[in-house]
Nanobody, 130 residues
Framework: QVQLVESGGGSVRPGGSLTLSCATSGFYLGNYDLAWFRQVPGKEREGIACLTVNDKPYYTNSIKGRFTISRDTYKNELYLQMDNLKPEDTAVYYC????????????????????????WGRGTQVTVFQ
């Protein structure tokens, strides 16, 4: 059974850092594209970072240079290191495993496809307050 569980959220001041973790089970992490999404109330869940099976990362412009996505296949965990946090980063953050192995959805920027068919965690709240 595929399971993903996020942790590491919290409240920080602008300029602070947090590291989100996503513990996974039920599959081998190295065979799938992985991603982080975030969602604020009233808006669609937004893909912000993804990692290909070859460990090549892709980032949206809003977080490029501040966030780093990585995985540890021995620990079966996905991470999102978030530095220089801003109030607009406040959201619930979700990790996702793409539906199919070696799909190339990350490489082609297909966040919509991943959103529609991927496996989700339950999310962790990140709040950046003045």
């Amino acid at each position: 059974q595929v399971q993903l569980v996020e942790s590491g959220g919290g409240s920080v001041r602008p300029g602070g850092s947090l590291t989100l973790s996503c513990a996974t089970s039920g599959f081998y992490l190295g065979n799938y594209d992985l991603a982080w999404f975030r969602q604020v109330p009233g808006k669609e869940r937004e893909g912000i970072a993804c990692l290909t099976v070859n460990d090549k990362p892709y980032y949206t412009n809003s977080i490029k240079g501040r966030f780093t996505i990585s995985r540890d296949t021995y620990k079966n965990e996905l991470y999102l290191q978030m530095d220089n946090l801003k109030p607009e980063d406040t959201a619930v953050y979700y990790c996702l495993r793409d539906y199919g192995m070696f799909s190339r959805n990350c490489e082609t920027g297909s966040y919509d496809q991943m959103r529609q068919s991927g496996y989700w965690g339950r999310g962790t709240q990140v709040t950046v307050f003045q």
